[in-house]
């Protein structure tokens, strides 16, 4: 089992930044892909968007909406994956999950665990 458990969600203006935290916890954690995904306000959990992910060797993918603006990290010592937003828009307001993968397939289906999100808030 892994547990996930996000944290530094919040509401910003346009352009502002923010950074989102998971803490990792469980076994093994090292050995899944760690990823980033949100849910935008009225769509369901299969609708949730990839948006980064980051593999055992440091490796990243980033969705194309989100590609320069966004930065995935993770702090293997302290197991703490992180989500560096910058640039936000009014469209990126969404809940955000943490989520792991014991195969990196970066698909919806391929998520072996999911964190239960913290809400982020872009005003214009």
């Known amino acids: 089992q892994v547990q996930l458990v996000e944290s530094g969600g919040g509401s910003v203006q346009a352009g502002g930044s923010l950074r989102l935290s998971c803490g990792v916890s469980?076994?093994?954690?090292?050995?899944?892909?760690m990823e980033w995904w949100r849910q935008a306000p009225g769509k369901g959990p299969k609708e949730r968007e990839g948006i980064a992910t980051i593999d055992s060797t440091g490796n990243t993918l980033y969705a194309s909406s989100v590609k320069g603006r966004f930065t995935v990290s993770q702090d293997n010592a302290k197991n703490i994956l992180y989500l560096q937003m910058n640039d936000l828009k009014p469209e990126d307001s969404a809940t955000y999950h943490c989520a792991a993968a014991l195969i990196c397939t970066f698909t919806y289906s391929g998520v072996d665990y999911w964190g239960k999100g913290t809400a982020v808030t872009i005003s214009s």
């Open positions: 469980g076994e093994a954690p090292s050995i899944y892909c």
